[in-house]
């Protein structure tokens, strides 16, 4: 089993539907979470963070849930522009070793 | 801030040759790593740092060697490359400081092609 997983997609969604993403982990250790975006080819960015209080930025809700080791990502009113492939990222430390999962690939459509 | 700088972009080498990956950082980053990204897949740590003179394996350091001698600077070498080595090579610095709580700083990335 992967540390990480994620729904493994794609999402092929109108303009300005709901569209929401999950990830689970595996190691009970792990002490922070992260959404990356990465676009085609190009290196990932950073999305969100995610705390256990849930955090919101403008369309994007991150939620995390510690007792079922989950994460999840929503996005609200999809844009042409949030195309892309969205990475669910765990550390167990302060390190820089971060565990990736898979992505999952969001395709919006007119 | 150039941020994360790696070199070169495109790579193709023959099964057999050696080569160096360049990464740079110019952040006062501690924490560096490299990842490499293969088709459809997400990224797997190759090697790290926590900090000068510090290195330790990551996820799949077969076949590559690291070493860091300054804050700035993390080369990756691949040792004898394989067709198996062909993938995305993507350089990270993270620093325990930063208001996103490590979050990590990618280059552009290196695309190498063994043959």
């Known amino acids: 089993r992967k540390e990480v997983e994620q729904d493994p997609g794609p999402f092929n969604v109108p303009e300005g539907a709901t569209v929401a993403f999950n990830c689970t982990y595996s190691?009970?250790?792990?002490?922070?979470f992260f959404w990356y975006r990465q676009d085609c080819r190009k290196e990932p960015k950073l999305l969100m963070s995610?705390?256990?209080s849930g955090n919101e930025d403008g369309r994007f809700t991150a939620q995390l849930n510690r007792a079922s080791q989950y994460i999840s990502l929503l996005i609200r009113d999809s844009k042409l522009s949030d195309s892309a492939t969205y990475l669910c990222?765990?550390?167990?430390?302060?390190?820089?070793?971060?565990?990736f999962g898979d992505g999952t690939t969001l395709t919006v459509k007119p | 801030n150039a941020g994360v700088t790696q070199t070169p972009k495109f790579q193709v080498l023959k099964t057999g040759q050696s080569m160096t990956l360049q990464c740079a950082q110019d952040?006062?980053?501690?924490?560096m790593s490299w990842y490499r990204q293969d088709p459809g897949m997400g990224l797997r740590l190759i090697h790290y740092?926590?900090?000068?003179?510090?290195?330790d394996q990551g996820e799949v350091p077969n076949g590559y060697n690291v070493s860091r001698s300054t804050t700035e600077d993390f080369p990756l070498r691949l040792l004898s490359a394989a067709p198996s080595q062909t993938s995305v090579y993507f350089c990270?610095?993270?620093?325990?400081?930063?208001?996103?709580?490590?979050?990590?700083?990618f280059g552009p990335g290196t695309r190498l092609t063994v043959l």
């Open positions: 990270a610095s993270s620093s325990k400081y930063s208001r996103n709580g490590n979050e990590q700083f």
């Open positions: 190691n009970s250790a792990s002490q922070s």
């Open positions: 995610v705390y256990s």
């Open positions: 990222v765990v550390n167990k430390g302060n390190a820089g070793k971060s565990t």
């Open positions: 952040m006062n980053h501690e924490y």
């Open positions: 740092s926590v900090g000068a003179g510090i290195t």
